[in-house]
Nanobody
């Protein structure tokens, strides 16, 4: 059973930066798709960035491309999301998710991912 625990959220002013972490346990040695998603109050959950374990090209939502960067430390089984130039509209609960797969890692098929963390809150003030 894969377990995901996010951390690193907080409150920051617009233009600031945060680095989210997702500690992963229960890997079986298979290739996994890993993703970051966010959900603001009253809105649907949306994909932010995705990447496959072991490397490969990441995918980013248009709204964060050039500002956010997804990465991983395979030795520590940790997924990261570096968020720079934050905007108030980036405020949301951020979740990491995973699914074992050999396919490209989708960013917009929220229901495709079958392991989810509890989330970490990010609040950006203007």
């Amino acid at each position: 059973q894969v377990q995901l625990v996010e951390s690193g959220g907080g409150s920051v002013q617009a233009g600031g930066s945060l680095r989210l972490s997702c500690a992963v346990s229960g890997y079986t040695g298979r290739r996994y798709c890993m993703g970051w998603f966010r959900e603001a109050p009253g809105e649907e959950r949306e994909g932010v960035a995705s990447i496959a374990t072991g490397g490969g090209s990441p995918y980013y939502a248009a709204s964060v491309k050039g500002r956010f960067s997804i990465s991983q430390d395979n030795a520590k089984n940790t997924l990261f999301l570096q968020m720079n130039s934050l905007k108030p509209e980036d405020s949301a609960m951020y979740y990491c998710a995973a699914r074992p797969s050999l396919a490209p890692c989708p960013l917009y098929e929220i229901g495709w991912y079958n392991y989810w963390g509890q989330g970490t809150q990010v609040t950006v003030s203007s």
